[in-house]
Nanobody, 120 residues
Framework: VQLQASGGGLVQPGGSLQLSCAASGRIFRINDMGWYRQAPGKQRELVARITSGGSKTYADSVKGRSLISRDNVKKTVYLQMNSLKLEDTAVYYC???????????????WGQGTQVTVSS
């Protein structure tokens, strides 16, 4: 199983970015999917999560500025980030709670991380 994240880059304050993360490999069921971020010198923190049924959770720091969505057919989770701030600069990691077969319990899988830099 692999999670491949893309969409990071350099953006000016107030700009927008969309991150994508596609899961591939032997997958039986994907439960929650989400995005986390880690800024230099800080712990990894939740940005947003979405359940298989579409329920969403956001960190207070991005609420109202971000939208998480998923395409269950494509096994992909998206994060649209608007009105970006300097403090949004971090490496963003996607995460999926999934089972590779019907016989195993779900486990957490992580993508490789994509850098988002907000700078003028």
């Amino acid at each position: 199983v692999q999670l491949q994240a893309s969409g990071g880059g350099l953006v000016q304050p107030g700009g927008s970015l969309q991150l994508s993360c596609a899961a591939s490999g032997r997958i039986f069921r994907i439960n929650d999917m989400g995005w986390y971020r880690q800024a230099p010198g800080k712990q990894r923190e939740l940005v947003a999560r979405i359940t298989s049924g579409g329920s969403k959770t956001y960190a207070d720091s991005v609420k109202g500025r971000s939208l998480i969505s998923r395409d269950n057919v494509k096994k992909t989770v998206y994060l649209q980030m608007n009105s970006l701030k300097l403090e949004d600069t971090a490496v963003y990691y996607c995460n999926a709670d999934l089972s590779s077969t019907q016989y195993v319990n779900p486990s957490a899988y992580w993508g490789q991380g994509t850098q988002v830099t907000v700078s003028s």
